[in-house]
């Protein structure tokens, strides 16, 4: 293994026992949430994330191309081809200004979804990490009905 490689398995761990220990990064922008923070459960061996929808209310009627995941995971802790949202696959990722997993999705997949009209209807998001840890995390948006102008 090369050292980038020992490198970056080294802060995957170091990470997961961040997570694990209760020590997430205070300069993340979803930690102030109200949400769980990340944790694990030692039987399971699955994460709890934070992670922010945009957009937090769904118009069915909108023309927007794409559901955006912003997570407290580091990207490069990600595998992202794992990565799916109430079953739709992941279209693409990307990092944020501060490091963090994104996750985008398809649209017109997530209104496809059995979703509840003028709702509040829950997003989870589940994947897994390089080291082989599973992880999830949900948020609740939102959904509605409106044609533009009304």
Known sequence: MTFTGRFAACAALLLLLSLAAGCGSESSPTSASS??????????????????????????????????IHTSLAYGSVVASSVTMNGVTISSSKADNQGQFVA????????????????????????????????WGSKAILVVDNAAGK
């Open 104 to 135: 985008k999705f398809v649209m017109e997949a997530i209104k496809g979804l059995p979703l509840k009209i003028g709702e509040s209807n829950t997003l989870r998001i589940e994947g897994r990490t390089t080291t082989g840890a599973s992880f």
């Open 35 to 68: 949400d769980s923070p990340a944790s694990t459960s030692p039987a399971s061996a699955t994460i709890e994330i934070t992670i922010e929808v945009a957009p937090n209310v769904l118009n069915l009627q909108s023309e927007g191309q794409v559901v955006t």
